[in-house]
């Protein structure tokens, strides 16, 4: 799971975020923006804040129809992934002591919002109430996994990367990755559901299709 991209799949499959309250609170600030720019008291200083205070109360009226959005959109994926796979391998950011975990993430004001509006934690609620429900496997591996350090080709442990750094290539074996799609790959190896080539097992079939929810919001 992520902030830009909600979700990045073991097959390279990417989901995009959805942020409907985001918009919304652009939206407001550009008001607000405007309010601030003009002359207390006068006649467009008056206009600007009754445009500010309808558009507040619409944001009240929509607020249900937000998180029925988000649930819309949590549901209708959390149901394609349990449909088209049998196992579902999640990088846990929810355990209580791990530094860098979901609730540590929402202290911080850069991606509080962004992680609440998503809702991880109800994501992962339903995945694993549906894979229970349909008889899939889900499977959790432990967020200190370096998922986004190794390389999925060959295992090489590349060190710590910046957030920032989307691309990569491996000093041992130059290949080339985008970060998300090969940390998807480590969890679903990390999962004991796959190897990757170069010495973890060459080419390895597996009897069922698998995918693996990439964790790269994490701040790692």
């Not at 939206?27 to 309010?35: D, F, G, Q």
């Not at 500010?52 to 959005?69: N, Q």
């Not at 391998?89 to 991606?111: Q, T």
Request: with cysteine.
């Amino acid at each position: 799971m992520g902030i830009k991209t909600f979700a990045t799949l073991s097959d390279g499959t990417k989901i995009d975020a959805p942020k409907p309250l985001k918009k919304r609170i652009k939206k407001y600030r550009k008001l607000s923006k405007s309010l601030s720019n003009k002359t207390q008291g006068s006649k467009r200083y008056e206009k600007a804040r009754l445009r500010i205070a309808k558009f507040s109360y619409g944001m009240l009226r929509k607020h249900a129809k937000l998180k029925d959005t988000r649930t819309d959109f949590l549901h209708k994926l959390s149901i394609k992934i349990i449909r088209e796979n049998q196992t579902i391998v999640l990088e846990d950011l929810f355990a209580e002591h791990s530094e860098g975990n979901v609730s540590g993430m929402v202290k911080n004001r850069k991606l509080s919002r962004a992680i609440s509006d998503l809702g991880w934690r109800q994501f992962r609620t339903l995945l694993e109430g549906k894979a229970e429900k349909y008889g899939r496997e889900f499977r959790v591996i432990s967020r200190w996994e370096a998922t986004s350090q190794s390389c999925s080709s060959c295992g090489f442990k590349g060190g710590k990367l910046d957030l920032s750094v989307r691309e990569w290539e491996c000093l041992n074996c130059g290949a080339k990755h985008d970060r998300d799609i090969n940390a998807a790959i480590n969890i679903l190896v990390a999962g004991g559901q796959s190897e990757t080539l170069n010495g973890r097992g060459g080419k390895h079939k597996t009897s069922v299709k698998l995918a693996a929810v990439c964790v790269s919001g994490a701040l790692r």
